[in-house]
């Protein structure tokens, strides 16, 4: 084996394992209350207009500044144009301390502290922006498990049973039988080789949107049991 | 628009692997039964996966009323003139090869008691656990003026066949300089870049036979999936010879007359000489006739696509409703999968492995301009919900668009096959 396998193998020894969790953004019905204290402000929902502050439908993946009809503050404007955009991530930033995030923006609000509150509230407006099953690049709605503190994946490792299910996911674009037109066979790969390629499309060193983004959520051990499974079809 | 990756942790619910305890089956047939309803992308993977992987434990039994399945995906392909009828044809053999009792019939009713699906030719199939992949039907009078009875005058071309045939037909024969025009459909519908992907490759069409002839779309929405990436497109390959006329500026009031054959946008009436009208959607009727459906579609629970209606009854695909997910053919055939682990764990005590869902869809613009947009989804209690995912960027490379034209090749030779065996 090569020494970056035998390195790669070490560490996943030590994973500290905890139990698998797949995470809704928050509880929108409690952010619907935490939400009364943006209404002096803010519209959403059907009819919403500018008002005070922006109405905030279809807030998710908009640039910060992105409402031609509203007058925004030149600090939130700069942040625009300088990129940002909002998303659960940066609107957890900016509701945690709007002042410290955008100093200059208009939003005279303290911010809530609490996470809950935030994540409550960032649910709620998340019903308001575009929905993924019509419009499939919208923002996500809910944060992946962390697959690689999986501890129910974890218990079932070199399952081959296992690495045939996840295999299935595989073959809706690699052909079983090996045929290579437009999409690279992967059949009869090395099983080292596979789980190097793998894994250097999980950390993004290889450059693929859709391997990284099949890669990035199969954990360590998964990616062993695929690779096994393949294997085992040589023989 | 950039996606971002991670999040924050929220509310949890906790994914295991189960091993499930085998149902106790009705009357004392030997061997559990499942039958699917519909060959399509969702009912032939899950057919094919049931009885692969059950290795002769279950009957499978799938319903399908045509011998041959065309693909709705790379129909647009078709009329583009980048493949012929008989590339996106596919039958069944593979399948009755496989272990499947393929039955060419419909399915016409359900009785969830006895349980048993009797079929128009006569007879009853008893079932254990029962798979509905029927896809779409279209909802009556969506479209003012249009209902399927005008499918030839103006047809849909949204379930793939004689209908897509004939839609290239009214191409073909537009005179110099006609109008081509659509009707788009309402949220939710079958494949969110479909109506565009004709709509480019119709286009590419009528800029090599026909170019002075014109493109109008009445749209209902005021923005559609990969929008940035088609209107680019559109400019860079067919400048002027497509006019879209989003919800913004009346796209949605429309109506058409298919005798006189004119379509009338926000109260100006044009007349055309092809109409695609592809009308709002719905659960395929046999869903609602099994008492699966609330409202135009079924909803199913995000771990297993077990309806909320009846556990021994699944829904899967474009019928299903279940969150996130677009309806897709990539998209069935990833639920089906699931399903199908689920199914199987459900009748013999096999292990079910946690749910996971991907999708993908490409499109062509034109020759060797490809894009794609895809996510991954998760099942929590409520739905399944996107936890990543990308798009095609504007202004990307020739070089990086061919290749993802090439790459949609690829997935269209493993997902049939992934189908049918
Ligand atoms: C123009 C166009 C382009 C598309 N492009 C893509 C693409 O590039 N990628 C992609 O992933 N998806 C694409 N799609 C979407 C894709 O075709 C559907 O999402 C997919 O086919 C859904 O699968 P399904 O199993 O739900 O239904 P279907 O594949 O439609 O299968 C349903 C089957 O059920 C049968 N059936 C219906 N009722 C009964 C009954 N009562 N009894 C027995 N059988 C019955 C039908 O005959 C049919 O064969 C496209 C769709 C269109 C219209």
Same mark, same amino acid.
């Given at each position: 084996?090569?020494?970056?396998?035998?390195?790669?193998?070490?560490?996943?020894?030590?994973?500290?394992?905890?139990? #698998?969790?797949?995470?809704?953004?928050?509880?929108?019905?409690?952010?619907?209350?935490?939400?009364?204290?943006?209404?002096?402000?803010?519209?959403?929902?059907?009819?919403?207009?500018?008002?005070?502050?922006?109405?905030?439908?279809?807030?998710?993946?908009?640039?910060?500044?992105?409402?031609?009809?509203?007058?925004?503050?030149?600090?939130?404007?700069?942040?625009? /144009?300088?990129?940002?955009?909002?998303?659960?991530?940066?609107?957890?930033?900016?509701?945690?301390?709007?002042?410290?995030?955008?100093?200059?923006? =208009?939003?005279?609000?303290?911010?809530?502290? /609490?996470?809950?509150?935030?994540?409550?509230?960032?649910?709620?407006?998340?019903?308001?922006?575009?929905?993924?099953?019509?419009?499939?690049?919208?923002?996500?709605?809910?944060?992946?498990?962390?697959?690689?503190?999986?501890?129910?994946?974890?218990?079932?490792?070199?399952?081959?049973?296992?690495?045939?299910?996840?295999?299935?996911?595989?073959?809706?674009?690699?052909?079983?039988?090996?045929?290579?037109?437009?999409?690279?066979?992967?059949?009869?790969?090395?099983?080292?080789?596979?789980?190097?390629?793998?894994?250097?499309?999980?950390?993004?060193?290889?450059?693929?949107?859709?391997?990284?983004?099949?890669?990035?959520?199969?954990?360590?051990?998964?990616?062993? #049991?695929?690779?096994?499974?393949?294997?085992?079809?040589?023989? | 628009?950039?996606?971002?990756?991670?999040?924050?942790?929220?509310?949890?619910?906790?994914?295991?692997?189960?091993?499930?305890?085998?149902?106790?089956?009705?009357?004392?047939?030997?061997?559990?039964?499942?039958?699917?309803?519909?060959?399509?992308?969702?009912?032939?993977?899950?057919? =094919?996966?049931?009885?692969?992987?059950?290795?002769?434990?279950?009957?499978?039994?799938?319903?399908?009323?045509?011998?041959?399945?065309?693909?709705?995906?790379?129909?647009?392909?078709?009329?583009?003139?980048?493949?012929?009828?008989?590339?996106?044809?596919?039958?069944?053999?593979?399948?009755?090869?496989?272990?499947?009792?393929?039955?060419?019939?419909?399915?016409?009713?359900?009785?969830?008691?006895?349980?048993?699906?009797?079929?128009?030719?006569?007879?009853?199939?008893?079932?254990?656990?029962?798979?509905?992949?029927?896809?779409?039907?279209?909802?009556?009078?969506?479209?003012?003026?249009?209902?399927?009875?005008?499918?030839?005058?103006?047809?849909?071309?949204?379930?793939?066949?004689?209908?897509?045939?004939?839609?290239?037909?009214?191409?073909?024969?537009?005179?110099?300089?006609?109008?081509?025009?659509?009707?788009?459909?309402?949220?939710?519908?079958?494949?969110?870049?479909?109506?565009?992907?004709?709509?480019?490759?119709?286009?590419?069409?009528?800029?090599?036979?026909?170019?002075?002839?014109?493109?109008?779309?009445?749209?209902?929405?005021?923005?559609?999936?990969?929008?940035?990436?088609?209107?680019?497109?559109?400019?860079?390959?067919?400048?002027?010879?497509?006019?879209?006329?989003?919800?913004?500026?009346?796209?949605?009031?429309?109506?058409?007359?298919?005798?006189?054959?004119?379509?009338?946008?926000?109260?100006?009436?044009?007349?055309?000489?092809?109409?695609?009208?592809?009308?709002?959607?719905?659960?395929? =009727?046999?869903?609602?006739?099994?008492?699966?459906?609330?409202?135009?579609?079924?909803?199913?629970?995000?771990?297993?696509?077990?309806?909320?209606?009846?556990?021994?009854?699944?829904?899967?695909?474009?019928?299903?409703?279940?969150?996130?997910?677009?309806?897709?053919?990539?998209?069935?055939? /990833?639920?089906?999968?699931?399903?199908?682990?689920?199914?199987?764990?459900?009748?013999?005590?096999?292990?079910?492995?946690?749910?996971?869902? /991907?999708?993908?869809?490409?499109?062509?613009?034109?020759?060797?301009?490809?894009?794609?947009?895809? #996510?991954?989804?998760?099942?929590?209690?409520?739905?399944?919900?996107?936890?990543?995912?990308?798009?095609?960027?504007?202004?990307?490379?020739?070089?990086?668009?061919?290749?993802?034209?090439?790459?949609?090749?690829?997935?269209?030779?493993?997902?049939?096959?992934?189908?049918?065996?």
């Amino acid at each position: 084996m090569v020494p970056f396998l035998r390195l790669y193998f070490s560490v996943l020894a030590m994973t500290v394992s905890t139990v #698998a969790a797949a995470n809704t953004l928050g509880d929108p019905e409690a952010g619907k209350k935490v939400f009364a204290k943006c209404k002096g402000c803010h519209q959403v929902g059907e009819g919403a207009r500018n008002r005070i502050g922006p109405h905030l439908n279809g807030l998710f993946g908009r640039p910060a500044a992105g409402l031609k009809e509203f007058t925004y503050s030149k600090s939130i404007q700069r942040a625009g /144009s300088s990129g940002l955009e909002w998303h659960a991530e940066t609107l957890d930033a900016f509701l945690e301390n709007p002042r410290s995030y955008a100093s200059g923006t =208009r939003m005279s609000f303290r911010g809530l502290k /609490s996470p809950e509150d935030r994540h409550n509230v960032i649910a709620y407006l998340r019903l308001f922006s575009d929905d993924p099953a019509n419009i499939p690049e919208a923002d996500p709605t809910a944060t992946a498990t962390d697959h690689d503190i999986d501890q129910a994946i974890l218990a079932i490792q070199g399952d081959p049973e296992y690495g045939a299910y996840l295999s299935s996911e595989c073959t809706t674009c690699h052909q079983a039988d090996g045929g290579d037109a437009g999409i690279p066979s992967i059949v009869l790969w090395p099983e080292d080789e596979f789980v190097v390629a793998m894994h250097a499309y999980k950390t993004k060193q290889r450059n693929h949107p859709v391997m990284q983004m099949i890669a990035g959520r199969l954990n360590d051990e998964e990616i062993a #049991a695929l690779a096994a499974y393949f294997n085992s079809l040589d023989n | 628009m950039k996606m971002n990756r991670r999040i924050f942790l929220g509310k949890t619910a906790v994914a295991t692997a189960a091993v499930a305890a085998p149902m106790v089956l009705a009357d004392g047939h030997a061997k559990p039964r499942v039958v699917v309803v519909g060959g399509g992308a969702g009912g032939a993977t899950a057919a =094919r996966y049931i009885a692969k992987d059950s290795k002769g434990e279950i009957d499978v039994t799938l319903i399908e009323p045509t011998r041959t399945y065309y693909t709705c995906f790379f129909s647009n392909l078709y009329l583009g003139g980048f493949k012929e009828i008989e590339d996106i044809g596919h039958s069944y053999g593979g399948l009755a090869a496989g272990g499947v009792n393929v039955v060419h019939d419909w399915a016409v009713g359900v009785d969830r008691d006895a349980k048993t699906v009797s079929l128009a030719g006569g007879g009853n199939v008893k079932y254990d656990k029962l798979i509905l992949s029927p896809g779409i039907d279209f909802v009556d009078m969506a479209v003012p003026g249009w209902d399927i009875s005008a499918q030839n005058a103006m047809p849909h071309a949204y379930k793939a066949g004689s209908q897509t045939e004939l839609l290239k037909a009214q191409l073909m024969a537009m005179p110099e300089g006609g109008t081509f025009a659509m009707v788009a459909p309402t949220n939710p519908y079958r494949c969110p870049p479909g109506p565009y992907e004709r709509v480019s490759m119709v286009a590419h069409y009528l800029k090599a036979n026909n170019p002075t002839a014109k493109i109008i779309v009445a749209d209902p929405k005021p923005k559609f999936s990969k929008m940035a990436l088609f209107q680019e497109g559109w400019a860079n390959h067919y400048e002027g010879m497509i006019d879209w006329i989003g919800e913004d500026f009346g796209g949605g009031n429309v109506s058409v007359d298919p005798a006189a054959m004119t379509v009338t946008i926000d109260g100006e009436e044009t007349k055309v000489d092809v109409c695609n009208v592809i009308p709002a959607m719905k659960a395929g =009727r046999i869903a609602e006739i099994a008492g699966v459906t609330d409202g135009n579609w079924a909803p199913v629970n995000a771990a297993d696509m077990s309806t909320k209606a009846d556990p021994d009854i699944y829904v899967l695909g474009d019928a299903s409703q279940q969150g996130d997910m677009p309806k897709s053919g990539f998209s069935a055939n /990833s639920q089906a999968k699931v399903c199908a682990n689920a199914v199987r764990g459900a009748l013999t005590g096999s292990k079910v492995f946690p749910a996971k869902f /991907s999708n993908t869809c490409w499109s062509l613009i034109e020759t060797n301009d490809g894009v794609k947009v895809g #996510a991954t989804y998760e099942a929590t209690p409520e739905k399944i919900a996107k936890v990543d995912g990308f798009i095609s960027q504007t202004g990307e490379s020739a070089d990086l668009r061919k290749a993802t034209y090439e790459e949609s090749e690829g997935w269209y030779s493993g997902i049939t096959a992934d189908m049918f065996g």
